[in-house]
């Protein structure tokens, strides 16, 4: 007698509240395989973090820094998979963001509106089911902390 309780599972026995996939994937087909690379992930994740409003940058302060003198490089340009790291399998994709946002809003608004972007653009574009989006708020930017190194102290006397 076989215990049931030892049976493989099978498409017909998902758990309630599963959805078991049986669609072939639009990225396997009969006439081939599309691989996606990490770095595509990574650009479109980056791109479409920054697309939403109350982030600021991406990337930790190194990153940052590293960042600001790319840019005053001719012909540099900044990078679009700055702060994003990902794991890219055959149909599915995790990805993980740290990003910098502006002072006065919503963290926990600003990180569903960047999982809800990152996610819709990642699927529509590649085809992959992202899995997850760890997003590490790293700072937030208080208007006037990146200008210039003049102080207005208004106190001193001079």
Do not use: W
Request: net charge negative.
């Amino acid at each position: 007698m076989t215990n049931p309780a030892t049976k493989a599972p099978d498409q017909s026995s998902a758990p309630s509240g599963e959805v078991q996939k049986t669609s072939v994937s639009a990225l396997v087909s009969p006439q081939g395989v599309t691989t996606i690379s990490d770095v595509v992930v990574q650009k479109v994740s980056g791109l479409a973090t920054r697309e939403v409003s109350g982030v600021y940058a991406l990337g930790g302060g190194a990153a940052r820094a590293f960042s600001a003198i790319r840019e005053r490089i001719p012909g540099a340009s900044a990078s679009a998979s700055q702060g994003v790291s990902v794991e890219v399998g055959e149909k599915q994709a995790a990805i993980d963001l740290q990003i910098l946002v502006e002072y006065g809003v919503s963290i926990g608004d600003l990180s569903r509106a960047v999982r809800r972007n990152v996610i819709t653009a990642v699927e529509q574009m590649t085809g992959l089911e992202v899995v997850e989006v760890n997003i590490n708020v790293s700072d937030v930017h208080v208007p006037g902390d990146d200008e210039s190194g003049e102080t207005t102290d208004s106190s001193r006397v001079l």
